[in-house]
DNA sequence: TAACTGACTGATCGAACGGTCAGTACCGTA
DNA sequence: TACGGTACTGACCGTTCGATCAGTCAGTTA
């Protein structure tokens, strides 16, 4: 590809014009196309299953000009991961301050919100899902573990409130419930990408009727009504 | 390190013998010490993160050698996948055969054994659990993905059985509600092996605490006692 | 003793990797 | 016209990768 029609034209991040939620900092047109095709590369493939050869390729660049606008591979991948983070935990912590909302609504809205930015933007997802689970890359993970952990304590935070209002049991773990609703979000997510892992479950089509389900269980349960409560015996009250 | 001390006795898979499960197949001393520090490195990092120096240095033998016991580098991965995978959806599905158990008591039964089982051994889960989320390594996906398939069909089959047996409420997707409790069986896992990613969280200490939170969240969910039965506006019937 | 087999090694291969560098083209400013 | 700065390139560097090779050694068989 030629060397682009128009050099040098700082233009307010691309993505974030259509967006208008990501990148505030101003980057080059080059320096753009440079990390869109990075973060496709990083989102489809482990840290070094992606070469600079690869990026540079497809940002339709010559591998120079990436150590031009980047350090190094590891600031390139750095970068990438504050954009996908960027802008994550709000909505939780939001919603936690809400005072007029029941914690049975927040709680609803919040499970939607999480199916709708995990299945929103697959790329973004796979970013962050790959970088949680690759413990061998220390760097980006300084970078989403505060986003997560911001994000766990807001959701743990709502669901305690929602015992202390008497509206949830306070026999369940506010964390593990949390990670239960997280987890199943991430796999239901991970399930419909993977193309064929466990092709053909009916559920997993619509997105929205997942965490619709994910939140009526959660409520709920699944015991048929006028069941006694489950195993009283192993109840553990939480201090 | 030394070329060991007798070399070609071809005992029968040292770690079977003390595990009593796994590994059927005779391989001989040196390769089983190749395959142990495989497997350890690939649940570590990504297969491209792994080298066949590494490897070799981990296993005590010089580079050459895994290539004389294995074809090559991805032969090798897929003979650690083998025997990680073994064995593994046996248990759903005799639990589902099972003519004297109730569906309720066969859930908590399966939900304990996934935890037990993923806690029971990290190395094993961390490889499985890489390779569900690796998109751009097919090869071992072809091997794992039938396990998880089994598995996966015995627990909706599970969950089945309880609907129809009016022990479960039937306004819930077998499938969708499988992949919740795999997913948080995996997220508690994750977490707790992450060292740190959400440390400090109360529940995620003991395993089995958590199986049984996950277990009576499932049953009976978290709305308080008394309270309506959850949304039934957005109820949806499963034909 | 001789022939054969399998386990194992050091040395080495070409390819691909991340990264560097001198040089070119284009811009706004003086 | 000259200059400094930015974007960008092809050529190249040293290193590391997976894989190959000829050859050594120990044990088994004839």
């Known amino acids: 590809m030629t ?8 233009v307010q991040s691309a993505a ?13 047109a080059g320096a753009r196309a440079i990390l869109d095709a990075a973060a496709a590369a990083f989102a489809k493939a482990s840290f070094d299953s992606v070469s600079i050869a690869d990026i540079a390729s497809q940002a339709g660049v010559c591998k120079a000009n990436i150590f031009h606008h980047f350090k190094s ?4 991948y750095l970068e990438v991961m504050r954009e996908a983070c960027k802008g994550h935990a709000e909505f939780a912590e939001a919603l936690l301050a809400d005072p007029t909302l029941s914690s049975v609504d927040k709680l609803r809205r919040l499970i939607e919100y999480d199916f709708r930015t995990l299945f929103g ?3 973004r997802s796979h970013l962050i899902l790959r970088e949680i689970l690759d413990t061998g890359c220390r760097t980006g993970r300084t970078l989403v573990e505060p986003v997560f952990l911001r994000n766990f304590t807001a959701v ?4 305690r409130q929602g015992q202390q209002r008497a509206e949830f049991t306070t026999d369940v773990d506010p964390a593990v419930l949390a990670m239960m609703v997280g987890g199943a979000a991430m796999m239901l997510f991970q399930n419909r ?3 064929g892992l466990l092709a053909g479950v009916d559920g997993s089509a619509d997105p929205m009727a ?8 959660v409520l709920g349960g699944i015991a048929a009504r006028g069941s006694s409560p489950a195993t009283p015996s192993r109840l553990r009250e939480i201090p």
């Open 210 to 217: 997942c965490a619709n389900t994910v939140f009526r269980t």
């Open 16 to 28: 974030a014009s259509e967006s208008g939620a990501t990148a505030p900092i101003v980057v080059s």
């Open 121 to 123: 933007n697959e790329e």
């Open 193 to 195: 990408c993977s193309d």
């Open 73 to 76: 591979k590891e600031a390139l």
């Open 156 to 159: 743990v935070g709502l669901i």
């Open 3 to 10: 060397p682009t029609s128009s050099p040098s034209e700082p």
